[in-house]
C-alpha cells in the first residue's frame, strides 16, 4: 500500500497539534520533512525542486529562531545594563521629562517647564491624584527657554492644599493668541530604583520615573 506524502505531513501535523503545540517551530518542520521523505512512494518520489524549495524553507525558518532568540539576549542584556546604571543614580538629582510630583505638608513646590518660543501668555493648572484642578497660575510675558514659577501649595480658595501627590500642565500662547510648544519637567533627589513590568523605574518621594524620561543627572548639592 502506497502512503502519500501529503497524507503522511498531514496526520504528523494532526499529531503535534493533539500533543498540545499550537504553533509549528523549526524542529517540527523538520520532522514533517523528513516524515515525508519516509513515506513517499519510491515510484514516484518527492518532485526534487519541491524538496530543494523544502529545504530553503526550513533553512530560513532556522535562521529567523536564531534570530529571534539573540534579538532576545540583546533585550536581556541592555535591560541588565539599565539597572546597574540606573542604582547609580540614588541619592543624585535628575532632571526628567514628567509633570507628577510630591507636596509636602505646608510645603511649596517649583514647577518647572520649556517653553518652544517667545510666549505672550503662560497658563499653569495644578491639579490632585483624582485629577481635580486645585490651583490655577497665569502668567504675562516669558522668553523662549527653561522657565519656573513657584506653587506656595494653596489651592484655588487660599487655603493649603493636603500633602499628597499632584501633576500640573502648562498652556502658553504667542502674540497672536495660537498655542505653542511645552515641555513639563520635574528635578528630584533619586531615593530607589523600582523594577516592573519589565521596565526600570527611579523612585523620588514615593514618585515612579520611568528610566527613558530622564534627561540629566547631577550630584546633589548639600544644602
Known amino acids: 500500500m502506497t502512503v502519500s506524502a501529503i497524507g503522511a505531513s498531514a496526520s504528523s501535523t494532526n499529531n503535534l497539534y493533539n500533543s498540545g503545540s499550537q504553533t509549528?517551530?523549526?524542529?517540527?518542520?523538520?520532522?514533517?520533512?523528513?516524515?515525508?521523505?519516509?513515506?513517499?512512494?519510491?515510484?514516484?518520489?518527492?518532485?526534487?525542486?519541491?524538496?530543494?524549495?523544502?529545504?530553503?524553507?526550513?533553512?530560513?525558518?532556522?535562521?529567523?529562531?536564531?534570530?529571534?532568540?539573540?534579538?532576545?539576549?540583546?533585550?536581556?542584556?541592555?535591560?541588565?545594563?539599565?539597572n546597574a546604571q540606573a542604582v547609580n543614580f540614588v541619592?543624585?538629582?535628575?532632571?526628567?521629562?514628567?509633570?507628577?510630583?510630591?507636596?509636602?505638608?505646608?510645603?511649596?513646590?517649583?514647577?518647572?517647564?520649556?517653553?518652544?518660543?517667545?510666549?505672550?501668555?503662560?497658563?499653569?493648572?495644578?491639579?490632585?491624584?483624582?485629577?481635580?484642578?486645585?490651583?490655577?497660575?497665569?502668567?504675562?510675558?516669558?522668553?523662549?527657554?527653561?522657565?519656573?514659577?513657584?506653587?506656595?501649595?494653596?489651592?484655588?480658595?487660599?487655603?493649603a492644599a493636603p500633602a499628597g501627590t499632584y501633576s500640573f500642565s502648562v498652556q502658553a500662547k504667542n502674540a497672536d493668541g495660537e498655542i505653542m510648544a511645552t515641555a513639563a519637567y520635574i528635578e528630584e533627589t533619586l531615593t530607589g530604583v523600582s523594577y516592573h513590568d519589565g521596565s526600570t523605574y527611579l523612585l523620588a518621594k514615593g514618585i515612579e520615573i520611568p528610566y527613558s524620561a530622564i534627561i540629566e543627572v547631577a550630584e546633589t548639592v548639600k544644602k
Open 91 to 159: 541619592g543624585k538629582t535628575i532632571k526628567a521629562s514628567g509633570s507628577m510630583f510630591e507636596l509636602g505638608s505646608g510645603k511649596t513646590h517649583e514647577i518647572q517647564y520649556q517653553l518652544g518660543e517667545d510666549a505672550n501668555a503662560v497658563y499653569v493648572s495644578i491639579f490632585n491624584a483624582s485629577g481635580e484642578v486645585v490651583r490655577k497660575i497665569e502668567m504675562d510675558q516669558m522668553t523662549a527657554g527653561e522657565q519656573s514659577v513657584v506653587w506656595d501649595g494653596k489651592d484655588l480658595n487660599g487655603n
Open 24 to 82: 509549528l517551530g523549526k524542529d517540527d518542520f523538520l520532522k514533517l520533512l523528513v516524515t515525508q521523505l519516509q513515506n513517499q512512494d519510491p515510484l514516484n518520489p518527492t518532485d526534487s525542486t519541491q524538496f530543494v524549495s523544502q529545504l530553503a524553507q526550513f533553512s530560513s525558518l532556522e535562521q529567523l529562531s536564531n534570530v529571534n532568540e539573540n534579538l532576545k539576549t540583546v533585550q536581556l542584556f541592555d535591560q541588565s545594563i539599565n
